[in-house]
């Protein structure tokens, strides 16, 4: 026992400088034949849309011929004589201005992401109806909508995403926004459905 401890002492030191040197020729070769790191940062994932170019302006047919509005017989209180000579003063409606729009419903479900390399071209535009209380009104403005197009390129949903106009002409531009036609999106070489952002301008000149 005595001599396999004086033996382990003398060569304690070759021990050691043997597994230090096999140590680093290990760790080199490790170091040479890894991959190199590359550091790629982490990119969170969110919808886009892909905004589509309209023609900056429309035909907008004139306006209807105004109908008088017919008026209003009032009813006399019982016991009350009426004089059938009397004159009786036209009626008159005051129009009903700064009334705010009721805000758009909520949304009662989540919207749907859609991956695309390719996003939709419209080849089919077809200018919205104006109303005829907002063309009368004056009142013009912008809709913009988040319109969803099928792998066949006809328009599956329509959804106002933001509008300063009344809810009239927001109908109006969903309804012709229903009759767009587009080039589908692709996915590589493979049609997809997409989502796209089209604003439809209200204008009166």
Do not use: W
């Amino acid at each position: 026992m005595a001599i396999a401890n004086v033996e382990f002492k003398r060569g304690y030191h070759r021990y050691l400088r043997n597994a230090l040197f096999l140590a680093i020729i290990i760790h080199f070769l490790m170091f040479y034949f890894s991959p190199p790191f590359e550091f790629k940062p982490y990119v969170l994932r969110e919808e886009t849309f892909q905004a589509v170019e309209l023609p900056e302006s429309f035909e907008i047919p004139p306006p209807p011929k105004e109908i008088a509005q017919p008026a209003v017989p009032i009813e006399a209180a019982a016991g009350e004589e009426v004089d059938e000579e009397a004159d009786i003063a036209p009626t008159s409606f005051d129009k009903i201005s700064d009334v705010p729009p009721p805000p758009p419903p909520p949304s009662e479900k989540a919207q749907e992401f859609y991956a695309f390399d390719e996003p939709p071209v419209l080849i089919k535009y077809v200018p919205p109806k104006y109303p005829d209380l907002a063309r009368t009104a004056g009142i013009e403005g912008i809709v913009l909508l988040r319109v969803v197009v099928g792998e066949d390129g006809k328009v599956v949903s329509v959804s106002v995403i933001q509008s300063d106009v009344t809810p009239a002409m927001e109908r109006a531009a969903m309804e012709a926004a229903r009759k767009f036609l587009f080039k589908p999106a692709k996915q590589r070489t493979v049609p997809v459905k997409a989502a796209v952002a089209v604003p439809i301008r209200f204008s009166l000149h």
